[in-house]
């Protein structure tokens, strides 16, 4: 990486007064706690800062990947030879009028659910449980017991892949199973959600209720990256693929398939992201020898 483009960061950084660190471990970023060094990892902590940083490194053409709460990617051991930007928790812009919510990219989930109970807004509850930020679930079109981001999702606000600022309305967003595509790519920096106004207390049932289906059936407590493979379009989801398959104590160094859902592999303390890819495939193999089925990754490996 051009230390030019570091030093053009580190000076938006310190004018910002924002987080920028060289060479920081990945592993202390995602709920899986695996990764090598990024060569910078920064948060900018507003949206002018984050639009800021991107116009430079795209100008620069240096790598760059945008980070949510890295709860659905892999980051490898040997590091990644450029910028991982993580829109900050102080990004956390939040707007409500006439049943619309806008939120930009680095707010949590777990921040907007809270405000949705105290204020009785229904629609995001199924969100509960799920370890993401704005960004990250409107990307993955994050969805759960019937309920998917996109449903919710009444336009997006974009710098795309050339700098430009655009907001983007839902028929120029193509869902699908965890994606969410649109023309020019580029990076989420606030999304708008059309909600119904209930009562607090019928919103706070429902996220008490996917919350105690999730804490019931998924290992909650353990570094994770979620569920690992999709669920194939027809036939049994994968976790019972898995399961009948035999496969459910397998594991590879410090990764091992969850025995308590089994398409959940768990970092026991000490696994390396060659640890995981390598459960992955066998995983994989396992499910195709004895079904026919080839599994696909729901997780991003980097
Ligand atoms: C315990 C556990 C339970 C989970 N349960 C579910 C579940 O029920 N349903 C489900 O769908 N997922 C689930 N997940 C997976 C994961 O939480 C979701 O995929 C989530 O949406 C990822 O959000 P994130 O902020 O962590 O994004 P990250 O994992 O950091 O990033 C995900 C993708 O989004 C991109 N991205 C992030 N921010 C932006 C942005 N601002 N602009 C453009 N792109 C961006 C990244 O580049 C990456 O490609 C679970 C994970 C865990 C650990």
Redesign the pocket.
Known sequence: MRLDTVRGLEKISRECRSVLMRDHEMRRR???GIGGPAKVWYMPLSENELERSLKLIIKSGERF?????????LFPDEGFNGVVV??GEQLSRWEYSERRLTAS??M??SSILGECVKRGLSGLE??A?????????????????GG??IDVLEKIL?LDELGNKVWLSRPCLDAGY?KLRWPGG????RAVFSLKETSPKEVAGAVKTALSQ?LSS???E??????VFKNPVTGPPAWKLIHEAGMRDEREGGAAVSGKHAN?IVNEGNATSRDVSCLVEKIKSGVEKKFGVRLEE???IL
């Open positions: 995602g709920t899986i990947f945008i980070s949510g709460n890295g709860s659905n990617v993580r829109p990219s680095g949590s989930f199924f969100m449980g799920i370890p993401a930020t704005v960004g990250g679930a409107v990307k993955n079109n994050a969805s759960s017991y998917a981001v974009v965890r580029g990076t989420i920096l999730k998924q290992p909650c353990k570094r994770t990256l979620g569920c959940f729901e997780i991003e």
